[in-house]
């Protein structure tokens, strides 16, 4: 009998038992002894190898083809075409889940099927949202337990909140693995629908439901985190005048004890997880983590802007995090992790590429072989991923899982562009800042099953992940703006990624980024530090604090150069990309182009031509 006397939860339940025809249900009560039981579970199974260096941790791999989130295969099927927008593959929603009623039934013949009541956002606070996940998938059960508020408690808060004679709502989030079992059939350590073709991330903003078939990846599979506090969040946030951002929020404490919260935006796997714990290199500065990936902002009851992390726990890139890039994501991971698409050493520890200098002897790949150093391949996947709990997080800041959010006084946007943005810049005006926004390009990562390397404009860091027409998202900014007016946060732009000619970082990165955010507090605090420019407010020379830094005079210029070439370039590919948004490009940002160009002095030598 259903563990719930929510009468909408406990009929979809039932519906989908009979849809996908699982051999048992289970309702996840998110008890530790429910977890170690599965985690065993999967031991059992082959898919979790315990980890003898680190205590109640495990490696997984997963199958070749289900290493990252699929964006070709991910869908918005909003009623309307034109509603999903250019950056969105569309579907028509009947039809769209005629195929997919197709594809979930029997799915879960031979399996277990989870019930799995998450809250994203502190429970009870009126800014969080509850959904249900039902999965096939054992490994799915464990990482929501770590990423989200998972249990029998959000059950009762749901059956708490809604009003007499009605039901409170919550997102039905379906998920299988689309791989049954016949009788008798043995089972694979990482069951997935191989085809690429097979598999669906499919998300209904006007129900709002979530429907994923085919993958076991986190990005496809956990979806309390793209897809509700990500694609359908956008939908809902805009419908009711907030924000949900692919942000990391952190706290930032001055010598002097001011404290200021900060959201950052950055493509996937650039950065977010070390920034958003970093080790100071100045001394007296403090940084403390909120979140890494998501952000979810209102207006609050002071006229600030209120941030909540939706999420309560990391799912962080492993390749590249070390006790020099991120020592507090090393110290977050030293027990209670899953571990995913690593390499493992012969003494039960795991190893990724960029952990240390030189790979230890004796690795296993992450498809399970002995690796070869001179194969040319990596040991770990490059999008290997660690995922554990937000509380083991030795840098957690004390107000992380505050129902009221906390107040934001600077948003910070970023990518990885090897040349033309400066390392940092601040916004003009709100709408500059969301002509910035909307203008970020990256060279895309391992974090998608695409070409990686290759730079595209990714407004937001949301290309992947706005659950609606990009134009619209646009103005919904602008309105965020004019609805906090003098309180709207500060804005700023950076790149720790560029290069010089020879190819090398000019930046040195991670603890040493603090350099950049302390220029922001004294930009906050009024001081001079500033000065005006075509492109925006960049550091005075001699402002930015490089104290113990060994930086060539050339490099010092290079960073806070406004690279006038490049610009030109900029504003060409600018025009291309803000063209596809036609014609529900907001007026005031097409404003924004032309001022920029007429500023780097573009209009002149087109006298009569519109920009
Ligand atoms: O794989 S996830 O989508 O969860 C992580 C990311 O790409 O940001
Ligand atoms: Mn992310």
Redesign the pocket.
Known sequence: MAPTIHAGVSRWVDEITALCAPSRVHWCDGSEGEYRSLCDRLVAAGTFTPLAARPRSYVCRTHPSDT??VEDRTFICSLKKEDAGPTNHWAEPLAMKQTLLAKFRGSMAGRTMYVIPFCMGPLGSPLSRIGVEITDSAYVAVSMRAMTRMGAGVLRQLEKQGKPGAESAFVPCLHSLGAPLAPGQLDVPWPCAPDPADKYIVHFPDDPSIWSFGSG???NA?LG??CLALRIASTLARREGWMAEHMLILSLTSPAGATRYITAAFP??CGKTNLAMLTPSLPGWTVRCVGD?IAWMHVGPDGMLRAVNPEAGF?GVAPGTSEHSNPNAMASIRSDTIFTNVATTPDGDVWWEGMTEAPPAGLVDWHGKPWDPGSGEPAAQPNARFTVPIAHCPVLDPHWDDPEGVPISAIVFGGRRPGTIPLVNEALSWEHGVFLGSTIASETTA??TQQTGVLRRDPFAMFPFCGYHMGDYFAHWLAMGRALGANAPRVFCVNWFRKDAAGHYLWPGYGENIRVLKWMCERMDGEDVAERTDIGWLPKAGSLDLSGLELSETTKNDLRAVDKDGWRREVHAVSDHYAKFEPRLPAALAGELRALKQRLGILSHRIGVQP
């Open positions: 990252a989130r990846y986190g990005g956990l985190k793209k996937s796997a990936d799912f974090a998608s």
